[in-house]
């Protein structure tokens, strides 16, 4: 039995790489438990002490372009408006989207910045290049109006009502309802609708007729106007009691504008 193991080969040395020998250091180090202590503290004092948002504050600068192009269709205003808009606006240094939404007389188009742009020079940069593109824009177009966004204003929820039965029109009035509820919601900050068409009526003038009358377009135009308006004209006091007394009311349907008189 000597014999033989004394004959026996010794075991092959290992050599170990830079990862072995560290790995083996730390195992046969007293202070590895210490290290491991320390790193667990550490983390949890970091993850207590980091500030936290449920919505982090990154800045990417948006804006929203609105452009009121009065009896144009939905497609007349994507094509004479927004599209145009979208080519000038995409020009501008830094934007990385741009995306329009047009209806009957309106066009939004929204810009987006990349993410890091200042928003206050990203602004300029927007009203700098509508400025000096103003002409490219159609005759009857009105001024765009900016309105800057920015990654708090981007809606949380998203409501969408749809119907075969009944007509934008209609379903923004539902939306409306819908809206009035959600206002109601505690902790809402605010709460919009998008798109719908909204009632209005459309005045046509008979050239001949004011001539026959000697009324002119600007004297239909003002009765309109004075006639779509409530003031306040006062307040009385009866029995300790303040009423406030309101003139005038807003006209309500066509019928209400047949019966005004223009001229006496």
Known sequence: MSESNQGAKPAPKHHLGLAGQTARMFINSPLSLLLLVSFMVIGMLGLIITPRQEDPQISVPMADIFVQYPGASAEEVEAIVAKPLESILFEITGVEHVYSASQRGQAMVTVQFKVGQDMESSLFKVYDKLQSNRDRMPLGASEPLVKPMGVDDVPVVTITLWSNAVDDAQLRL????????????????????????????????????????????????????????????????PNDRVYKVYSGSFLTSAQDIKRLMVAV
Request: proline share 3%.
């Open 174 to 237: 539902v939306g409306l309802e819908v809206l009035q509820e959600l206002r109601e919601v505690p902790n809402t900050s605010q709460s919009f609708i998008v798109s719908g068409r909204k009632d209005e009526v459309r005045v046509e003038i008979l050239p001949e007729r004011l001539a026959t009358y000697g009324v002119s377009l600007e004297q239909v135009a003002n009765a309109i106007r004075l006639a779509n308006t409530e003031r306040n004209t006062g307040q009385v006091e």
